[in-house]
Nanobody, 124 residues
Framework: QVQLVESGGGLVQAGGSLRLSCAAS????????MGWFRQAPGKEREFVAA????????YYADSVQGRFTISRDVAKNTVFLQMNSLKPEDTAVYYC?????????????????WGQGTQVTVSS
């Protein structure tokens, strides 16, 4: 069992930055691939970024490539999403997700554990 808690969301002006954090309380010793997804009202959940269990590999959606950076502190089971040059279309609830695998995935359905989400609002 894994519990995930996101933090760091808020209101920011276009062009600004936010840093999201996700703290994982794992009750398993299995390696955890981690990812960030987002969902805006009326839209389906969208992949944002993912990172492998050891932080060795990262993946980004084209829409955030070059603006967002995912990282993790493996020892502390914490993953971060640094969001720069934010745009109004980045407005969404951002969810942290985890899967018990050494391999990463960009498919939300492959993640078993999810946080409750943190709201990010970017004003124009």
């Amino acid at each position: 069992q894994v519990q995930l808690v996101e933090s760091g969301g808020g209101l920011v002006q276009a062009g600004g930055s936010l840093r999201l954090s996700c703290a994982a309380s794992a009750r398993t010793l299995s390696p955890l691939g981690m990812g960030w997804f987002r969902q805006a009202p009326g839209k389906e959940r969208e992949f944002v970024a993912a990172i492998s269990w050891n932080g060795g590999s990262t993946y980004y959606a084209d829409s955030v490539q070059g603006r967002f950076t995912i990282s993790r502190d493996v020892a502390k089971n914490t993953v971060f999403l640094q969001m720069n040059s934010l745009k109004p279309e980045d407005t969404a609830v951002y969810y942290c997700a985890a899967r018990a695998s050494t391999k990463v995935s960009v498919v939300g359905g492959e993640y078993r554990y999810w946080g409750q989400g943190t709201q990010v609002t970017v004003s124009s």
